[in-house]
């Protein structure tokens, strides 16, 4: 089983890091991390490269395609080289996802027209200009089409996907070996459990993040 997934400038790290902990740990998989060139990428706080060794052209018809979010997300919606990659890959796919803002460039190939997706709670409301329906889920699975919230969600959608992959005693097999079992110290990781004060200062920080494109 071969899973793709997407590098580009100005990726958030934990988008695709932390599914691929996760998928990576799959047994007879085969991770890839796919660009369009090769060479470092680096992430939106600029600190953290990632090298990616492999091109669109290079992975044509892989069976899982993960989409990533972060400020760079913006630059990669206008079609092209990547929709065309995303569209022909999608079309052969068990299974195509993202994390975050991923979503809207998958929304942008025309993929997820008519379904149900998520995103990071301050993207959701572009969802609807591609025919998408946004919920403010977690993950949310359509069809071979599974989108996670924002940045840490991930996981959650990896751990799902790893169970649908397989089966459920691998997925909590993997969950053990990296000891996910989170303990926030604030209850302050969604809209519906965040102070009005938190929400502003948060929109405050992300500010243009999430611009429309």
């Not at 490269?49 to 044509?60: C, K, R, Y």
């Not at 400020?71 to 065309?84: F, I, K, N």
Request: net charge negative; proline share 6%; hydrophobic share 45%.
């Amino acid at each position: 089983m071969q899973i793709a997934i997407l590098v580009y400038p100005g990726f958030t790290s934990l988008d695709i890091i932390g599914p691929y902990e996760i998928l990576g740990r799959l047994p007879g998989t085969e991770v890839v991390l796919v660009g369009g060139a090769k060479g470092l990428m680096t992430n939106d706080l600029g600190a953290l490269s990632i090298d990616v060794p492999a091109t669109f052209e290079d992975v044509p018809a892989p069976d899982v395609v993960l989409v990533g979010g972060g400020p760079g997300q913006v630059h990669q919606m206008a079609d092209g080289r990547l929709h065309e990659w995303l569209r022909a890959a999608d079309a052969t796919s068990a299974w195509t996802t993202s994390v975050c803002t991923g979503s809207l460039i998958l929304a942008g190939a025309g993929l997820l027209k008519g379904r149900r997706a998520t995103s990071h709670w301050l993207a959701l409301e572009q969802l609807p200009q591609y025919g998408v329906t946004p919920a403010h889920e977690r993950v949310v699975i359509d069809g071979h089409y599974a989108t996670a919230a924002g940045v840490s969600s991930g996981i959650d959608m990896a751990l799902k996907l790893a169970g649908e992959l397989t089966d459920d005693d691998v997925a909590r097999t993997i969950q053990l070996i990296v000891e996910y079992a989170p303990e926030p110290p604030y209850a302050a990781g969604s809209l519906d459990t965040a102070s009005p004060t938190v929400v502003n200062l948060a929109k405050a920080r992300l500010s243009g993040r999430f611009a429309d494109s």
